[in-house]
């Protein structure tokens, strides 16, 4: 049974209120849902701390039109195998989703791409089964995150949705953050500011993790 946490040193060891499975095997297979700009740096600095034989395949998803925050994912992967074996890192693979919505479109077109949004996380939930679904507010984690939820709703508990808030939101959780709260999605949401702490008595503060 998992107690612990995700990140392994002691200033973000936080994720521990209660256990991921009844049941859990030694390795969990974790969905890490990449942003562009400040969320991919963000994402990839937790990483560096991950308890990486614990948390393994790894699969990376980030926007069909986001080829950067994939790279950055690539070199961060291939420097763990630098220090550390393959066996004890284990693997990765690196995939896209279609963005529910672009910046600047329309929001009567967005309800067409949203579909295929969805139609396209379902795919991916169900080929890759994630146990750990880790995200720190693109709005790409949405869809992935409602398919998590629904399979829960319907008795299939394949996954855990840890979700950390962006050190940036001081007042107010981001659009993404603010769903999964209202609606109960996360399994655990993390906040790095007090005040919102004090806003969102559900979420669980850590302090600056940056």
């Known amino acids: 049974?998992?107690?612990?946490?995700?990140?392994?040193?002691?200033?973000?060891?936080?994720?521990?209120?209660?256990?991921?499975?009844?049941?859990?095997?030694?390795?969990?297979?974790?969905?890490?849902?990449?942003?562009?700009?400040g969320h991919t740096a963000e994402m990839l600095n937790l990483l560096y701390v991950l308890q990486k034989e614990r948390f393994k395949p790894r699969y990376y998803i980030a926007a069909a039109t986001d080829n950067m925050s994939l790279q950055k994912?690539?070199?961060?992967?291939?420097?763990?195998?630098?220090?550390?074996?393959?066996?004890?890192?284990?693997?990765?693979?690196?995939?896209?989703?279609?963005?529910?919505?672009?910046v600047g479109q329309s929001y009567i077109t967005s309800v067409g791409t949203t579909l295929v949004a969805?139609?396209?996380?379902?795919?991916?939930?169900?080929?890759?089964?994630?146990?750990?679904?880790?995200?720190?507010?693109?709005?790409?984690?949405?869809?992935?995150?409602?398919?998590?939820?629904l399979f829960k709703v319907l008795g299939i508990k394949w996954s855990s949705i840890f979700y950390v808030e962006s050190i940036a939101r001081v007042k107010k959780l981001s659009l993404s953050g603010l769903l999964l709260y209202k609606l109960h999605m996360a399994d655990q949401l993390f906040v790095q500011w007090p005040q919102l702490k004090e806003k969102y008595p559900r979420t669980h503060y850590v302090g600056r993790l940056m």
């Open 118 to 149: 969805i139609a396209h996380a379902l795919r991916l939930m169900i080929k890759i089964r994630p146990q750990v679904i880790l995200c720190n507010g693109p709005g790409t984690c949405i869809p992935l995150c409602a398919i998590a939820f």
């Open 1 to 37: 049974m998992i107690a612990g946490s995700l990140f392994s040193s002691e200033r973000q060891s936080f994720l521990s209120s209660k256990p991921l499975h009844s049941k859990s095997p030694l390795s969990l297979s974790t969905l890490i849902v990449l942003g562009s700009g």
């Open 73 to 102: 994912a690539h070199v961060f992967e291939d420097s763990l195998l630098g220090k550390e074996t393959l066996e004890e890192v284990g693997g990765a693979e690196f995939m896209q989703i279609y963005r529910s919505r672009e």
